[in-house]
C-alpha cells in the first residue's frame, strides 16, 4: 500500500498500521489514529460520512476513553481501520480533499487510551523467570515446579496504570537491609521491567471460560508497557502473597493501541513447551509475535544509551494461553481490562529486559555515557521503551513509553 500522506520510512505509524488511542486539544477529546507525525481526529472522519456503512455510533468518537469505541466489536473497529487505510491511499478521498481531521501530534496532548477496570500482570518469559530464580533461589533448580505447567499472573492496582510521558516520583516503603531490622525510606533499587500489554475487546460473563481457539477474539490489540518495580521492597514484602507495593506505585502504558489485524502479518511460532501441557493450554498455529524491542536510559543531562534490546516472540507462554488460564475457573473480563506479558527477556544480557537482570542484582553496574553507572534506575533518569515489527516495506511500530523518574515526593 502506499499512502499520499507524508510518512517518513522509519516511522512506526505507516499506513499498515492505524492504530487507536485518545487525544485531546484545548478542551476537546476525542478518539484519534496516526498516520506518520499527524494524528486523525475520528469523529471529524465520521462527519465527512466515511464511517457511514458501518453504522457506528458516533458519540463514542468523542469520548475520554476507547472503551465505547471498543465495545462497537471488531467488525465496526477494524471496518474503521480498513476504511482510513483506502481513504489515505486514494488520492481522490474525501480526506485528501478535506484535511480537516489531521493535527500534528506536537499540537495535541496524548491520553491514558483506555479506561482500565483490572489489570492483570503475567509472568511469562522462561529466561526472566531462570534469571531470577538464579539470583534468588537455586541456581540449580531456577524454576519452580508450576512454572512450565500454567502462565504465573498476580492481579495488579489498575488506577496507578498512567500514559507514557507521565513522570513518576521515587516511591517509598519498608525494605529489610541484610543485618538489622526493617527501615523505611526511598527505594534504593528502583527498575523498568519491559512488557508487552493487551487490551481486552470482548467481555465475557461470570463462569465463563475464553478457550485458546476463541482467545484473539477476544483481544482488541497491543501497547508496551513499563511494569514499574521497587527490587528492595517487592523483596521484603513477596513472600507469602507476592508483589505488592513494590508494584502497585506506577506502569507505564504506551498511547496507541496497535490491533490484531495490524499484528497479524507478524505472527511467529513460539519456544517448544516441555512438558506438554493440559488440554485447556493447548492450541494451533503461530501465536507468537515478532515485535523487536528496546529499551533506553536518558540522563539528567540528556544523554542516551540503548541498555536492552529483546523481542515479543522471545514468551514462552503466550497471549491465548494466558487469557485460557486466566479465566478457566470461571473469571469474566471486561472491555479495556489489561492483561500483561510480564518481562520480556532474551538469552543474553543485551537482551535481558530488566536492570535486575543487566546489572545481576547490582553486581556488574553498566557505564553511561556521561561516565556514571547504574545499578538500576537513578532520580532525573528517562526510561523509554520503543517497538516495531517489519517485514519487507511493512513496518507497524507501537511507539514509546517514555517515563521520567523524580525524586520522592514531599
Known amino acids: 500500500m502506499k499512502s499520499w500522506a507524508t510518512v517518513a520510512n522509519n516511522s512506526d505509524f505507516s499506513i499498515y498500521n492505524i492504530p487507536f488511542g485518545i487525544c485531546r486539544k484545548n478542551d476537546y477529546t476525542f478518539v484519534a489514529s496516526r498516520i506518520g507525525d499527524e494524528v486523525i481526529d475520528l469523529s471529524k472522519v465520521a462527519n465527512q460520512g466515511t464511517f457511514d456503512h458501518l453504522g457506528i455510533d458516533s458519540k463514542v468518537l ?52 483506555v479506561d482500565i477496570r483490572d489489570y492483570t500482570d503475567f509472568y511469562s518469559s522462561i529466561e526472566h523467570a531462570t534469571n531470577v530464580g538464579k539470583m534468588f533461589r537455586d541456581p540449580e533448580n531456577a524454576l519452580l515446579p508450576n512454572w512450565r505447567h500454567i502462565p504465573v499472573g498476580y492481579h495488579g492496582r489498575a488506577s496507578s496504570v498512567i500514559v507514557s510521558g507521565k513522570n513518576i ?130 540522563t539528567p543531562d540528556g544523554s542516551e544509551k540503548i541498555v536492552s534490546k529483546s523481542n515479543f516472540k522471545y514468551m514462552y507462554w503466550n497471549m491465548m494461553q494466558q487469557l485460557a488460564h486466566h479465566t478457566v475457573n470461571g473469571c469474566n473480563i471486561n472491555i479495556g481490562d489489561l492483561m500483561a506479558s510480564g518481562t520480556i527477556s532474551g538469552k543474553d544480557q543485551s537482551s535481558y529486559g530488566s536492570m535486575l537482570e543487566i546489572s545481576w542484582a ?16 537513578n532520580d532525573g533518569d528517562t526510561v523509554v521503551m520503543r517497538g516495531y515489527a517489519q517485514k519487507g516495506e511493512m513496518r507497524v511500530g507501537l511507539g514509546e513509553v517514555r517515563t521520567k523518574v523524580l525524586p520522592v515526593k514531599s
Open 62 to 113: 468523542s469520548s475520554n476513553f476507547l472503551n465505547g469505541f471498543i465495545a462497537q466489536g471488531k467488525a465496526v473497529t477494524n471496518g474503521v481501520r480498513t476504511a482510513l487505510q483506502k481513504q489515505l491511499t486514494d488520492k481522490d478521498s474525501i480526506l485528501n480533499k478535506d484535511k480537516s481531521p489531521f493535527i500534528h501530534i506536537s499540537e495535541v496532548e496524548v491520553l491514558l487510551p
Open 169 to 298: 516520583h521515587r516511591p517509598i516503603g519498608q525494605t529489610k537491609p541484610a543485618d538489622g531490622p526493617p527501615v523505611f525510606g526511598p527505594s534504593q533499587r528502583l527498575d523498568f521491567e519491559l512488557e508487552m500489554g493487551f487490551i481486552i475487546g470482548k467481555p465475557t460473563e461470570v463462569g465463563c471460560r475464553v478457550p485458546t481457539a476463541e482467545a484473539e477474539s477476544h483481544i482488541f490489540g497491543l501497547a508496551l508497557f513499563n511494569d514499574w518495580s521497587a527490587r528492595d521492597i517487592q523483596k521484603w514484602e513477596y513472600v507469602p502473597l507476592g508483589p505488592f507495593l513494590g508494584k502497585n506505585f506506577a506502569s507505564s502504558l504506551g498511547a496507541w493501541i496497535v490491533t490484531m489485524e495490524a499484528l497479524e502479518p507478524f505472527k511467529v511460532a513460539g519456544p517448544v513447551q516441555n512438558p506438554a501441557v493440559l488440554p485447556y493450554l493447548e492450541y494451533r498455529g503461530e501465536r507468537n509475535y515478532d515485535i523487536k524491542l528496546e529499551v533506553s536510559i536518558i
Open 362 to 377: 547490582g553486581k556488574n553496574p553498566i557505564e553511561m555515557p556521561d561516565g556514571t553507572f547504574r545499578k538500576f534506575i
